[in-house]
């Protein structure tokens, strides 16, 4: 039975058509759009697709667009599901001061960095980085538990701060450099090592909280960007949102006798 995901970042949506929600499942189809071409979903890209048994969705860019993207999914008779961080899921315990307040795609990748920990070692701390419009750096312990977390701006947030408050500076085409030498590259490399930095530091904080130095995890779509710049060894995951929609999905509905949803 047919499951449809859907990740609505800040700047693009994400969505995958699945032939059930198992962890081993590839997508039937995949595309991407940005947020001011939402209404192409159901003119151009979901024309040809059946329509599927079940929808789960993840969403961050805002009430407007979350409704805009529901009008797409009238062309279905499929009831609209969105995420909200909760106390717990598929395993995870929130340790948020307000688990609501958690931002729904952090919650999601959680869970998803949770389930491939599991499936590739065990119950194993994990460090989750997702770096987009905003960089978030998470902390899971090996039972499960959200430790906590940082959030800090992206390459593109730091540059245009820095371009609207310091006169004579503007976005630049730079290079990571050990020492930079001229502007464009200082500015691309102090962003990096900025993020880089945070990164370290709750990799740090979490080898001396768990014993042990952490699973690290990097997804996001600048996440390729930074991964050369890491002082740790990260698995990169295109689509992690995804994994934990998928995780999400298969423990809230019981599987069939087959297996499948």
Same mark, same amino acid.
């Given at each position: ?21 198992? @962890? ?20 151009? =890209?979901?024309t040809r697709l =059946? ?50 307040? !958690? ?46 977390? !940082?959030? !800090? ?23 990571? *450099? ?14 990096t090592y900025a ?8 990799? *740090?904080?979490?080898?001396? =909280? ?16 930074? @991964? ?11 689509? !992690? ?21």
């Amino acid at each position: 039975m047919t499951f449809l995901a859907i990740d609505v970042g800040n700047t693009r949506l994400k969505w995958a058509l699945f032939e059930g929600a198992r @962890a081993d499942v590839r997508p039937l189809a995949y595309g991407v759009e940005f947020l001011e071409n939402i209404e192409r979903l159901a003119d151009v =890209h979901w024309t040809r697709l =059946h329509e599927p048994c079940h929808f789960l969705g993840c969403v961050v860019a805002g009430d407007a667009v979350k409704r805009r993207v529901e009008e797409q999914l009238e062309i279905w008779d499929v009831a609209p599901r969105w995420v909200v961080a909760s106390i717990s899921e598929a395993g995870v315990q929130n340790g948020y001061d307000h688990p609501t307040r !958690l931002g729904a795609d952090r919650w999601v990748a959680m869970i998803g960095a949770r389930a491939r920990t599991l499936r590739k070692r065990g119950p194993y701390p994990v460090l989750v980085v997702m770096v987009g419009t905003a960089v978030t750096v998470d902390a899971l312990d090996a039972e499960g538990r959200f430790l906590g977390g !940082l959030i !800090l701006p992206g390459h593109g947030i730091m540059l245009r701060a820095l371009e609207s408050g310091t006169a004579g500076l503007h976005v630049p085409t730079g290079e990571v *450099q050990l020492f930079p030498t001229n502007t464009s590259d200082a500015l691309t490399s102090g962003g990096t090592y900025a993020i880089a930095g945070a990164v370290e530091r709750m990799f *740090q904080h979490m080898q001396a =909280h768990c014993g042990c130095e952490p699973e690290c995890i990097m997804t996001g779509g600048a996440g390729w960007k930074m @991964a050369p710049s890491m002082t740790r060894n990260f698995e990169l995951v295109d689509n !992690l949102i995804f994994d934990g929609l998928l995780e999400i999905q298969s423990s809230r509905r019981p599987l069939d006798a087959k297996g499948s949803l």
